[in-house]
């Protein structure tokens, strides 16, 4: 196999500083600070129990993205623009380990990695030590992305990427998802399903012309994502975050007309609906209807014994 180059470990942040920095932005969120509010180094220790020298070092790392600003004789202070409510990708760079997992199983989707792999094999084709392999390869076998087979190989999950697939894939996720809205204890993340909504608007707003199927993929994974990861039972959403991964690989991906994913879209929005306003059975229901039309491939397919969406109209849209 080919090598590839790979990016030295100094390149990379430490896997502890990346979560501190994450941490300091969740206790920005909690406590409502807004662009330009003083981070206290002290403050910011206290609060995640840790001494001021990493708390330091994350918030360097946060400068470099652009998060934060210094000040030599103001400290630390949240960048002005910034918005902590609603980005959906993670703004930090991924440990060493997380970029070759995310390489490894991108190689996987285009086919160019074979169904087993060794970890010698992944070793030489990416230049990289055992360590740094076992710890990408034990990454991806939490998401349920590849198991561990006798020896030294690993066997990569099968991509819902065939029409019998895709069918399997909706007919597992109408057993499970309406089931992950229903059990006692779900808990929709208020500012992601926000961000989400502005964004399915303004795709919605395009022409046809212009409507990015690429883009409608990723937010279809979001608003699917943001109901596994609501779950309150942990099994429930483990698996469904791990097969939902599985649909957002590149080989994953299956074609659908215009009129499907402006009707999907809408369906979203009205799930959000009922889930905002605490409606959670009425939103199990409404996600049973959006994934047997999705199922169907078809536009009108809601005529097969369920009930036809109404398509609702927010300010933005008119």
Request: glycine share 6%; hydrophobic share 40%; with cysteine.
């Amino acid at each position: 196999m080919q090598r590839t180059g790979s990016r030295t470990p100094s390149s990379r942040p430490r896997q502890n500083h990346l979560d501190l920095a994450r941490r300091i932005l969740d206790v920005a969120r909690e406590r409502g600070m807004g662009p330009g509010a003083h981070l206290p180094e002290q403050f910011l220790a206290t609060q995640c129990n840790v001494s001021r020298t990493p708390v330091r070092a994350a918030l360097k790392l946060l400068t470099k993205q652009g998060l934060v600003e210094h000040e030599t004789d103001q400290g630390y202070r949240l960048a002005n623009g910034v918005s902590l409510a609603g980005a959906f990708a993670e703004p930090l760079p991924d440990p060493e380990e997380a970029e070759l997992a995310a390489r490894i199983i991108r190689d996987r989707a285009a086919r160019r990695l074979d169904e087993t792999v060794t970890v010698g094999e992944v070793m030489r084709r990416y230049a990289s030590d055992r360590r740094t392999v076992l710890k990408a390869l034990g990454t991806l076998a939490e998401d349920g992305l590849v198991s561990r087979a006798p020896g030294q190989s690993w066997v990569f999950a099968k991509l819902p990427d065939s029409p019998e697939s895709q069918s399997d894939s909706l007919d597992f996720r109408l057993i499970l998802e309406p089931a992950a809205l229903t059990t006692p204890g779900f808990a929709l993340d208020q500012d992601r399903a926000a961000a989400l909504r502005r964004a399915m608007v303004t795709l919605l707003a395009e022409p046809d012309d212009r409507l990015d199927g690429n883009r409608f993929r990723r937010l279809d994974l979001e608003f699917h994502m943001l109901i596994a990861r609501g779950a309150s039972n942990r099994y429930v959403s483990g698996v469904l975050v791990a097969h939902h991964r599985l649909r957002g690989l590149p080989g994953a991906v299956v074609s659908s007309n215009v009129v499907r994913l402006r009707q999907a879209m809408h369906e979203h929005l009205q799930i959000l609906d009922h889930l905002e306003s605490g409606q959670v059975m009425v939103a199990a229901d409404l996600l049973r209807v959006h994934l047997r039309l999705s199922r169907s491939q078809r536009p009108r397919a809601a005529n097969r014994g369920v009930p036809p969406l109404a398509i609702r109209t927010t300010p933005h849209e008119r």
